[in-house]
């Protein structure tokens, strides 16, 4: 066999060596440090709920009362205001206020079915105050970070429409029915 041959066989048998026995390649590495850091994070509620009882609004200026046991009828409406301490941090945190638009009515209201609805509004205020008399802001429906502390005040009513409805009108005569809790909700609004 010629020097040369030989040569090769010797250092394709060496690379074979070098390879190493479990078939690996030997390469270099490094890695790098990321630091961490402590974090906290925000929050979002409404606190100290405190709710006025209903009024009774009969559509007639200074002649709304207390509702108590006053029998309703079409075209009547109920309103209560509730307050609610805000509780809202982190940064640029922004919150959607929303109530629903109808309110079930669950009871003997006629006689095709003992579960109707009727409409729901609401209107908000932040002020100073858990009555909404210092420094009182109309809120277009949106609460954020610098409310913090501050109060939100919710007129929610409920009407009990006079005109045409889905029932006939004669169907909720001397019918008796329970109102579902309105709720009033803050949602996060994803404002990155």
Not at 87 to 104: C, D, F, M, Q, V
Not at 163 to 190: C, E, F, I, P
Request: with cysteine.
């Amino acid at each position: 066999m010629k020097k040369s041959t030989k040569g090769a066989l010797a250092a394709g048998a060496a690379a074979v060596l070098l390879m190493g026995g479990a078939g690996t390649l030997a390469y270099w590495t490094d890695t790098g440090t990321v630091g961490g850091t402590s974090i906290s994070t925000g929050n979002l509620s409404l606190e100290n709920d405190n709710c006025g009882g209903w009024i009774l609004d009969k559509g007639v200026s200074g002649k709304e009362a207390a509702y108590g046991s006053q029998l309703l009828v079409p075209g009547d409406s109920l309103t209560r205001v509730c307050s609610f301490q805000i509780s809202a941090s982190g940064a640029h945190l922004e919150a959607t206020l929303t109530t629903p638009t109808s309110l079930a009515l669950t009871g003997t209201l006629e006689s095709v079915s003992t579960t109707e609805s009727v409409p729901v509004s609401a209107t908000y205020v932040v002020a100073d105050d858990a009555a909404g008399a210092t420094n009182p802001v109309a809120v277009p429906g949106t609460v954020n970070t610098g409310q913090n502390g501050k109060y939100l005040v919710a007129t929610i009513k409920i009407d009990f429409p006079y005109g045409t409805t889905s029932v006939n009108g004669n169907d909720t005569q001397l019918k008796s029915a329970t109102l579902d809790n309105v709720t009033v909700t803050l949602t996060q609004n994803n404002n990155h």
